[in-house]
Structures are given as C-alpha cells and as structure tokens.
C-alpha cells in the first residue's frame, strides 16, 4: 500500500517544515500544494523534502486538494493522507488513520475533542452545528464534519467527482461517500488550536455557503458503475 501525504499550504513559510519532516517518516512521499503563496512557502517545504506543486495565484483549498488528488491517481498511490500546513495536525498520529484504513474504511476521519479552554467557543457551536446538519443528510453520526485532518482511499477520488470551492471540500467529500455506500469512520484526534495560526475561514461567508451546500447535496444522488 503507497501511501501518500497531502498537504495544501498558503502562506505557511514558517510551519511547513515542521510538518512536512514530521510527516515523512509515516508515508512514502510527501506532496505540498502552495496554492499561490507570496511568501518562501514552496521554496522551504522542498528545501524539507517535500515535492511541491505552486498554484500561480491562490485559488482556495480544494483546488489545492484537488491537484493533490490528480497527481495521487496518476502516480499510483493507494491512500491519500490530508493534513494542513500550519501545525493544528499531528503527524504523529497517521499510523492511527493508517490502522483505520487497514481495517477496510475507505475515509477516517480525524475527530477533535472540542474543548472551551483549547477552543473558542463560538469556533465550537459551528462544528457542532455544521456536524449535526451533515449527519442528517449522510443518515450516519458524524462526528467532525469540517475535519481536514484524514485519510482516504484512492479509489474514493477516482469514483466522486467534486465540486466545491475552499473549505467546503471536507463537507461534500463527506456527504458523497456516504450517498456512494464508501466507509467511514472517526479517530480521536488532539485539538491543537494556535492563536498565531490565522484563520482562512470567513465567519460569516464561508457558514452561509454550508448550509447552502448541504441542502444542494440533500438531493444528490451517487452514479453507478
């Protein structure tokens, strides 16, 4: 099984290295998509053993995902490991979602504990919200809909098409499995909520474009073979 890692980036010159070295000691090859950095992001990550891919201009993460996708299936990997660039994922926890995966699930997922003194609570009332609304419409718990941190089999992205622009990726890759009969399954996960992290999410678009997505997906049907 080739297993490789994914890790979108934009701007994080200052945290890839850590990752990106964590990481490699746990798949076969380490892929940073920089999806239009302006600062030394593309050029530390290979410096670190990374392979990069740069996006000419910043195009959000699911673009970056999805060229990670492309370059997966094209070189014949079997598992995809997502985790971001800016250390609120621990490497040290992929053997977890590679054991789920060796189990027969098709997506982990990594769940976080969400805890006020870790977490701001408002951050906390819109998983939890967004979690509920995506368990509804897949007809299963999910525990952490907005979870980038996971591993998925190959054969998930050669199957669904996605369509979703930056961060409702996670939701619709959740919902189309589900619909598609695909497994999966949660892993406990640490909350590592940094400050000096700044936030891609809009507070206010970025809410609104979900439940927008959710109710579109309520309707979407898997195609068969």
Same mark, same amino acid.
């Given at each position: 099984?080739?297993?490789?890692?994914?890790?979108?980036?934009?701007?994080?010159?200052?945290?890839?290295?850590?990752?990106?070295?964590?990481?490699?000691?746990?798949?076969?090859?380490? +892929? *940073?998509?920089?999806?239009?950095? /302006? @600062?030394?992001? $593309?050029?530390?990550? %290979?410096?670190?053993?990374?392979? &990069?891919? =740069?996006?000419?201009?910043?195009?959000?993460?699911?673009?970056?995902?999805?060229?990670?996708?492309?370059?997966?299936?094209?070189?014949?990997?079997?598992?995809?490991?997502?985790?971001?660039?800016?250390?609120?994922?621990?490497?040290?926890?992929?053997?977890?979602?590679?054991?789920?995966?060796?189990?027969?699930?098709?997506?982990?997922?990594?769940?976080?504990?969400?805890?006020?003194?870790?977490?701001?609570?408002?951050?906390?009332?819109?998983?939890?919200?967004?979690?509920?609304?995506?368990? +509804? *419409?897949?007809?299963?718990?999910? /525990? @952490?809909?907005? $979870?980038?941190?996971? %591993?998925?089999?190959?054969?998930? &992205?050669? =199957?669904?098409?996605?369509?979703?622009?930056?961060?409702?990726?996670?939701?619709?890759?959740?919902?189309?499995?589900?619909?598609?009969?695909?497994?999966?399954?949660?892993?406990?996960?640490?909350?590592?909520?940094?400050?000096?992290?700044?936030?891609?999410?809009?507070?206010?678009?970025?809410?609104?474009?979900?439940?927008?997505?959710?109710?579109?997906?309520?309707?979407?049907?898997?195609?068969?073979?």
């Amino acid at each position: 099984m080739r297993i490789i890692a994914l890790i979108p980036a934009y701007n994080e010159e200052k945290n890839v290295c850590a990752v990106v070295r964590k990481t490699l000691p746990y798949v076969d090859y380490v +892929l *940073v998509v920089d999806d239009g950095s /302006s @600062d030394k992001t $593309s050029e530390v990550a %290979a410096q670190c053993g990374a392979t &990069v891919i =740069k996006n000419r201009e910043n195009k959000g993460k699911a673009d970056a995902m999805y060229r990670g996708f492309e370059y997966a299936v094209k070189n014949g990997f079997d598992v995809i490991v997502v985790l971001d660039a800016d250390g609120q994922h621990d490497p040290d926890e992929i053997p977890i979602f590679i054991d789920k995966i060796n189990e027969g699930f098709d997506i982990v997922v990594g769940a976080r504990q969400f805890d006020p003194s870790v977490m701001p609570k408002i951050r906390i009332f819109a998983n939890a919200f967004s979690s509920w609304l995506t368990s +509804l *419409v897949c007809h299963s718990r999910i /525990s @952490d809909s907005q $979870s980038g941190y996971r %591993a998925i089999k190959v054969d998930v &992205v050669k =199957k669904i098409r996605f369509n979703s622009k930056r961060y409702q990726i996670e939701t619709e890759m959740l919902i189309k499995a589900a619909k598609c009969g695909f497994k999966i399954t949660f892993v406990p996960i640490k909350t590592i909520y940094r400050k000096e992290a700044k936030s891609k999410v809009n507070q206010i678009i970025d809410p609104l474009k979900f439940v927008f997505l959710v109710l579109k997906l309520s309707f979407w049907r898997c195609k068969s073979d």
